[in-house]
């Protein structure tokens, strides 16, 4: 069993910087796959950033240029380093650990974490 713990999220005006982090109970390679996860009210979850085995990270093309996912698996810890925010990052953001499978595909994964808030203002 994997849990999952995020970092609180936490509010941005238009252009600013956030970071989220998730702390992994287990070493994070133990698992193939970690991502991040996003869901807007009224919208599906939609996936962010994730990794794949070998270590290549996969973006949404919504974030691409902004959004950077790392680890540090010392510290059994995944970051979502989240720049140029907009408004429309505004969601809850999850993170998540899997057996493989597209990284961007919820079905990849198999724990969850319990979602931090993102608030970006114009």
């Known amino acids: 069993q994997v849990q999952l713990v995020e970092s609180v999220g936490g509010s941005a005006q238009a252009g600013g910087s956030l970071r989220l982090s998730c702390a992994a109970s287990?070493?994070?390679?133990?698992?193939?796959?970690m991502g991040w996860f996003r869901q807007a009210p009224g919208k599906e979850r939609e996936g962010v950033a994730g990794f794949v085995p070998r270590g290549t990270a996969y973006y949404a093309d919504s974030v691409k240029g902004r959004f950077t996912i790392s680890r540090d698996n010392a510290k059994n810890t995944v970051y979502l380093q989240m720049n140029s925010l907009k408004p429309e990052d505004t969601a809850m953001y999850y993170c998540?650990?899997?057996?493989?499978?597209?990284?961007?595909?919820?079905?990849?994964?198999?724990?969850w974490g319990q979602g931090t808030q993102v608030t970006v203002s114009s």
């Open positions: 998540a650990a899997g057996y493989g499978g597209a990284p961007l595909n919820s079905n990849a994964y198999t724990y």
């Open positions: 287990v070493y994070t390679s133990s698992t193939r796959a």
